[in-house]
């Protein structure tokens, strides 16, 4: 039997890829951000994106260059994709949002559902079970939300103030927007031509309670890549999972 939930989640997606990458540095001298490689898999963050998005679906994925982005362009002309993927690159900077609406506007299918996702972020959950989220909750954009290890140790304390115990780089107390998302089709007409979106069109839409924050399943992997540290603890993670 089919699963009526099937038809309202999207089979198309936008990747921002456009960054400098400038903490990145030097991986990121020749090339954009989604182009570097996990250690030991061969294969660029973007590689890894794309086959994800795949398995959950999606069938037509249009990216968003800006630095170095015949690097990224070249790339994906050549590889073994497994969606049909588009490019764009904006001619002039628009802002995330304003690049955000720019790249949506080249989207197979206007009218439907589209999943988002910023180019440096590497994980694995269903977005599927996201999509019926974002459905069930009638929203207009739904962000999923991580919750990071923090880079440094912690310590508790007792009520007297006598330290307790040590944590090793310990989650934070906090959910943080995890860079990917599912946008409803009039999402794109309430982003700004030019600007940040962050900053608008969603304290807008969570004023009016239309903004759903989806929360990545305990032990799904996530990790956003901005420094060669991140690309170290990704290969260790990788190596620890055998994947």
């Known amino acids: 039997m089919s699963d009526p939930s099937a ?29 570097v490689e996990i250690p030991g898999t061969g294969t660029p963050i973007i590689g890894h994106q794309l086959s994800w998005l795949a398995e959950e679906g999606v069938t037509d994925v249009v990216v968003s260059c800006g630095h170095l982005a015949e690097v990224l362009q070249k790339w994906l002309e050549t590889a073994d994709l497994p969606v049909s993927v588009t490019t764009v690159v904006e001619s002039e900077p628009l802002g995330r ?9 080249h989207l197979p299918h206007p009218d439907q559902p589209w ?42 304390t007792d009520g007297f103030g006598r330290i307790t115990d040590f944590i090793e780089a310990p989650p934070s107390t906090f959910e943080i927007n995890a860079g990917v998302y599912v946008f409803s089709p009039e999402f794109a007409g309430l982003l700004p031509d030019r ?47 055998g994947r």
Do not use: C
């Not at 997606?13 to 991986?27: C, E, H, I, K, T």
């Not at 994980?123 to 990071?148: G, I, K, Q, W």
């Open 7 to 35: 038809a309202s989640r999207p089979v198309q997606a936008v990747v921002l890829a456009g960054g400098q990458g400038s903490r990145l540095r030097p991986y990121t001298d020749d090339r954009p951000k989604p182009m």
């Open 97 to 105: 949002g304003g690049g955000l609406k720019y790249a949506a506007a």
């Open 115 to 156: 999943y988002a996702t910023n180019g440096d972020i590497w994980t694995r959950f269903s977005l599927r079970d996201m999509a019926d989220f974002h459905t069930e909750r009638d929203a207009v954009a739904t962000l999923a939300l991580a919750r990071p290890r923090l880079p440094w140790g912690a310590v508790k």
């Open 195 to 241: 600007g940040d979106h962050e900053r608008t069109t969603f304290p807008r839409l969570a004023r009016e309670r239309r903004l759903a924050g989806f929360t990545i399943p305990q032990g799904s992997y996530w990790r956003a890549i901005d420094t060669a540290k991140d690309l170290t603890e990704a290969a260790k993670e990788l190596a620890a999972s």
